[in-house]
């Protein structure tokens, strides 16, 4: 078993709080690990200190089984792991290309000296990127005001891939969605996943992991409860990790 | 059917709701020419657009804040103190025997490296310690007026050099009635001949800044990253903007138009006020809002803050025409401020459903 990433006895504490108990996880390139567990279980701090936002008190993160130090999101773009947080950190006011290059915009020389803006080389390669995903929107120059919820989520991903995500770690991907659009999204992600990328999801919706994932790890009060093969398992026994064993015994 | 007719309606709503400042230039251009003579002329242009120097460049100030979300109350006293500083400086300097050229350039040059720093304190404030906009600049309103009244000691600054005037008051080009042309230097004519000059210089000066920084927002990552800023800060923040740097240069360059401002008024009126911009606050805002930005952030133009900017100065200049005192434009403006936000409401949802 080979993790593209690895997480080694991470803990993270708040104060008189351990948001995540010595946690040991990993995911696969080309694998989807779905990440349960109930409100207040440690899941959102356990991607935070992966992707940046928090640093681990103790414990390693391993990229390719090298230890990698993640001092902040730009560290973690830098390393090739990207996150789509369930608010999808797109500027509402910016056109579809704009948000795919946010922070990281194609210029050219005007004038031989200035760099400005190339929005034609953006347009371009947004387009390849949305086709490649089989993705439809009409109008890249479309604010993302106009668009609908699962072509945000398809932008927001589009715009991970484009910038070469090895890890893409997805918070609550299809919770704003209708049934339709969910679908696709899941589509989505088994494409990524087709494509060798490794994909750790938060989800609070059984069937969407029971769709799309590999494995599953439950998280309970700051520390890992379980991890099983989805083909190993059922929605009842997952159910049963949540909420705890000793309810299950009853 | 019924959507396409819907949709035609709101595209229409929409394209009224972004071209309606021009519909009220062109009221109030026949409003004031029917109410006066010769309104409609190319001295009266020109006198809006003198006149307005200020007012177009305390607009772009306030633009580049209002993109981000921010609001900057501090533009007029910054004006305020700029006239001060530069008016000042110029003093000092000609007492110490420097050329008047060499006297206007570096106190210029002075004047806006000095102006930045208010914006740099309120950019700190905001960025930095998350100070809300409107207490940072508000308190630097108070700060930059403090200190203007304390450098003039209660008398305005005397003995400007002259050359100052004649920018401030100068014109590019003099035509006169034989067909002779000369540039920059009034002609020697018959006492009581007429001489036309085209072009205000202080107002070319003021539109070469505006153009630049027209072509910074427009054009440049750092000119998107403000409109990101201002659309969704937090996104911004984990694309790797560097948000405090910029928001802290967009109070610089806020703070920069405001001694800009200041400049233009200490050469056109060859003197320095603390409170020579007091009243100038609102026309900035006003001129942006009517320029259809929205106070929430997010969007915003340089070229429709001009025509905002351009509906103060007609008015303004009009009024003056028609021998009404200050306070009717404090007025008039403060009602088209209030009109203006109530058709950005009116048409916020046909404007996004045009995207």
Same mark, same amino acid.
């Given at each position: 078993?080979?993790?593209?990433?690895?997480?080694?006895?991470?803990?993270?504490?708040?104060?008189?709080?351990?948001? #995540?108990?010595?946690?040991?996880?990993?995911?696969?390139?080309?694998?989807?690990?779905?990440?349960?567990?109930?409100?207040?279980?440690?899941?959102?701090?356990?991607?935070?200190?992966?992707?940046?936002?928090?640093?681990?008190?103790?414990?390693?993160?391993?990229?390719?089984?090298?230890?990698?130090?993640?001092?902040?999101?730009?560290?973690?773009?830098?390393?090739?792991?990207?996150?789509?947080?369930?608010?999808?950190?797109?500027?509402?006011?910016?056109?579809?290309?704009?948000?795919?290059?946010?922070?990281?915009?194609?210029?050219?020389?005007?004038?031989?000296?200035?760099?400005?803006?190339?929005?034609?080389?953006?347009?371009?390669?947004?387009?390849?990127?949305?086709?490649?995903?089989?993705?439809?929107?009409?109008?890249?120059?479309?604010?993302?005001?106009?668009?609908?919820?699962?072509?945000?989520?398809?932008?927001?991903?589009? *715009?991970?891939?484009?910038?070469?995500?090895?890890?893409?770690?997805?918070?609550?991907?299809?919770?704003?969605?209708?049934?339709?659009?969910?679908?696709?999204?899941?589509?989505?992600?088994?494409?990524?996943?087709?494509?060798?990328?490794?994909?750790?999801?938060?989800?609070?919706?059984?069937?969407?992991?029971?769709?799309?994932?590999?494995?599953?790890?439950?998280?309970?009060?700051?520390?890992?409860?379980?991890?099983?093969?989805?083909?190993?398992?059922?929605?009842?026994?997952?159910?049963?990790?949540? #909420?705890?064993?000793?309810?299950?015994?009853? | 059917?019924?959507?396409?007719?819907?949709?035609?309606?709101?595209?229409?709503?929409?394209?009224?709701?972004? *071209?309606?400042? $021009?519909?009220?230039?062109?009221?109030?251009?026949?409003?004031?020419?029917?109410?006066?003579?010769?309104?409609?002329?190319?001295?009266?242009?020109?006198?809006?657009?003198?006149?307005?120097?200020?007012?177009?460049?305390?607009?772009?100030?306030?633009?580049? #804040?209002?993109?981000?979300?921010?609001?900057?109350?501090?533009?007029?006293?910054?004006?305020?103190?700029?006239?001060?500083?530069?008016?000042?400086?110029?003093?000092?300097?000609?007492?110490?025997?420097?050329?008047?050229?060499?006297?206007?350039?570096?106190?210029?040059?002075?004047?806006?490296?000095?102006?930045?720093?208010?914006?740099?304190?309120?950019?700190?404030?905001?960025?930095? $310690?998350?100070?809300?906009?409107?207490?940072?600049?508000?308190?630097?309103?108070?700060?930059?007026?403090?200190?203007?009244?304390?450098?003039?000691?209660?008398?305005?600054?005397?003995?400007?050099?002259?050359?100052?005037?004649?920018?401030?008051?100068?014109?590019?080009?003099?035509?006169?009635?034989?067909?002779?042309?000369?540039?920059?230097?009034?002609?020697?004519?018959?006492?009581?001949?007429?001489?036309?000059?085209?072009?205000?210089?202080?107002?070319?000066?003021?539109?070469?800044?505006?153009?630049?920084?027209?072509?910074? $927002?427009?054009?440049?990552?750092?000119?998107?990253?403000?409109?990101?800023?201002?659309?969704?800060?937090?996104?911004?923040?984990?694309?790797?903007?560097?948000?405090?740097?910029?928001?802290?240069?967009?109070?610089?360059?806020?703070?920069?138009?405001?001694?800009?401002?200041? $400049?233009?008024?200490?050469?056109?009126?060859?003197?320095?006020?603390?409170?020579?911009?007091?009243?100038?606050?609102?026309?900035?805002?006003?001129?942006?809002?009517?320029?259809?930005?929205?106070?929430?952030?997010?969007?915003?133009?340089?070229?429709?803050?001009?025509?905002?900017?351009?509906?103060?100065?007609?008015?303004?200049?009009?009024?003056?025409?028609?021998?009404?005192?200050?306070?009717?434009?404090?007025?008039?403006?403060?009602?088209?401020?209030?009109?203006?936000?109530?058709?950005?409401?009116?048409?916020?949802?046909?404007?996004?459903?045009?995207?």
């Amino acid at each position: 078993m080979s993790y593209l990433l690895e997480t080694k006895n991470i803990t993270k504490r708040f104060g008189g709080l351990t948001a #995540v108990d010595q946690v040991s996880m990993g995911v696969e390139a080309g694998e989807v690990v779905a990440l349960l567990g109930d409100n207040g279980a440690g899941k959102s701090t356990l991607i935070k200190l992966i992707s940046g936002v928090y640093k681990p008190d103790e414990g390693e993160i391993l990229l390719n089984g090298k230890r990698i130090e993640i001092e902040s999101p730009i560290d973690a773009l830098a390393q090739g792991i990207e996150t789509i947080y369930q608010d999808l950190a797109l500027a509402e006011n910016l056109n579809v290309y704009s948000n795919i290059f946010l922070g990281r915009e194609k210029t050219r020389k005007a004038f031989g000296i200035i760099d400005v803006l190339n929005h034609a080389v953006m347009a371009e390669e947004s387009r390849k990127v949305l086709d490649r995903l089989d993705i439809h929107i009409p109008s890249l120059k479309s604010t993302i005001r106009t668009l609908s919820g699962g072509q945000r989520q398809a932008v927001a991903i589009s *715009r991970s891939i484009y910038w070469d995500a090895k890890v893409l770690i997805m918070d609550e991907p299809t919770a704003a969605l209708g049934i339709a659009e969910q679908k696709k999204v899941l589509n989505l992600v088994k494409s990524l996943k087709n494509q060798g990328i490794a994909i750790i999801i938060i989800s609070h919706q059984m069937y969407d992991v029971f769709e799309v994932a590999d494995r599953i790890i439950v998280m309970r009060r700051g520390v890992k409860a379980g991890e099983v093969l989805v083909k190993d398992t059922t929605p009842d026994e997952v159910v049963g990790l949540i #909420v705890g064993s000793e309810t299950v015994k009853k | 059917m019924n959507t396409l007719t819907a949709n035609g309606k709101k595209a229409l709503l929409a394209k009224l709701g972004s *071209r309606w400042v $021009l519909v009220f230039i062109v009221l109030e251009l026949v409003f004031f020419s029917l109410s006066t003579t010769g309104f409609l002329s190319i001295d009266t242009a020109q006198m809006i657009l003198f006149y307005g120097t200020e007012v177009f460049l305390l607009g772009t100030a306030e633009l580049f #804040v209002i993109i981000t979300g921010g609001i900057d109350l501090s533009v007029g006293f910054v004006m305020g103190f700029a006239t001060v500083i530069a008016s000042k400086l110029m003093a000092t300097f000609v007492n110490l025997g420097l050329s008047p050229l060499e006297s206007v350039l570096a106190s210029s040059i002075l004047t806006l490296l000095i102006g930045l720093l208010p914006g740099l304190m309120n950019g700190w404030l905001v960025a930095r $310690l998350k100070v809300p906009a409107f207490i940072a600049t508000f308190s630097m309103l108070g700060i930059t007026r403090g200190f203007s009244e304390l450098l003039l000691a209660g008398s305005p600054a005397k003995n400007l050099p002259a050359l100052a005037g004649n920018i401030g008051n100068g014109y590019l080009l003099f035509i006169t009635k034989r067909g002779g042309i000369s540039f920059f230097n009034r002609p020697e004519v018959p006492r009581g001949e007429y001489v036309w000059a085209i072009v205000p210089v202080i107002v070319v000066l003021g539109f070469v800044f505006i153009a630049v920084f027209a072509f910074i $927002l427009n054009r440049t990552k750092f000119g998107q990253h403000i409109y990101a800023i201002g659309g969704n800060k937090e996104a911004a923040e984990r694309a790797g903007i560097n948000v405090r740097r910029d928001l802290i240069k967009v109070y610089m360059i806020s703070s920069l138009f405001a001694s800009l401002a200041g $400049l233009a008024y200490t050469f056109k009126y060859i003197t320095g006020k603390a409170d020579a911009g007091s009243g100038m606050l609102l026309n900035g805002i006003a001129a942006v809002v009517i320029g259809g930005a929205s106070m929430n952030g997010g969007s915003g133009s340089v070229w429709r803050t001009v025509l905002g900017c351009l509906v103060i100065a007609i008015l303004e200049t009009g009024l003056r025409i028609m021998n009404l005192q200050t306070f009717t434009t404090y007025i008039v403006i403060g009602f088209i401020l209030i009109m203006a936000v109530i058709v950005d409401q009116l048409f916020l949802n046909s404007k996004r459903a045009e995207g």
